[in-house]
């Protein structure tokens, strides 16, 4: 038997939008029907920001750090969260800083303190912001991992940012989303297929660690 050596399966998002229309028991058959499916699409991916951690959308850039500046932008509004942030020397030396939440920023008594730094506030804004403490005594290099935004679904024409393990729980998703507004009968069954396909997903995509056995000791008696 021949099998297709294809690999490269893919929804663009008019194919999405129709998958999810027809799980609604529907026909997409005006523009309208494509805008309001595609301004759903946008809304979900907000919400998968807001459900956690998108491995694929985890990147790593760097800011220079000058001497007698606290506080830095953060490239861009594309910029979701932080994850890991370290201070580069001159030298190439790593050091691992602590994040501060703003009220425990708020509470340093001085600010303007000189030196190594060892702590930061994100401060999460619309551009966001990075704050370090102490005030840098010289020149160094911020190196972090970020979340950065899942790319919007602009046109019915293009794929969408996501990798392939995601199409199942985006056409549930979507298919969710226009029942609320043009399939109510239809809610209940679509949010308990989109729930089950976005926890599936989301376990897949979850970092792999090795497994640690530690052995029950409690049945000892001294």
């Known amino acids: 038997m021949t099998t297709s ?100 920023y708020l509470r340093i008594p001085n600010k303007d303190n000189s030196g190594q730094p060892s702590q930061y506030f994100f401060d999460r804004q619309i551009n966001p912001t990075i704050t370090l403490w102490s005030t840098p005594d010289t020149s160094y290099t911020l190196v972090f991992y970020y979340v950065r935004r899942i790319e919007d679904a602009d046109t019915l024409v293009n794929t969408t940012d996501a990798p392939f393990r995601f199409l199942p729980c985006m056409a549930a998703g979507l298919a969710y989303y226009i029942a609320i507004k043009k399939a109510p009968e239809r809610i209940q069954i679509l949010k308990s297929i989109y729930e089950e396909e976005f926890q599936r997903a989301a376990a897949e995509d979850a970092s792999s660690t090795p497994l640690k056995l530690t052995p029950d000791i409690s049945y000892l008696r001294y």
């Open 5 to 104: 050596s294809s690999r490269d399966f893919n929804l663009d998002v008019a194919e999405l939008i129709e998958e999810a229309y027809e799980r609604c028991g529907l026909e997409m058959r005006t523009g309208y029907d494509a805008r309001t499916a595609r301004r759903s699409l946008n809304l979900m991916f907000a919400d998968w920001a807001n459900r956690g951690l998108n491995l694929w959308t985890v990147k790593q850039s760097t800011v220079a750090v000058t001497s007698g500046t606290a506080s830095y932008t953060l490239l861009d509004a594309t910029v979701v969260d932080l994850l890991e942030v370290v201070l580069r020397n001159s030298s190439g030396t790593d050091f691992t800083l602590t994040q501060m939440s703003r009220s425990e």
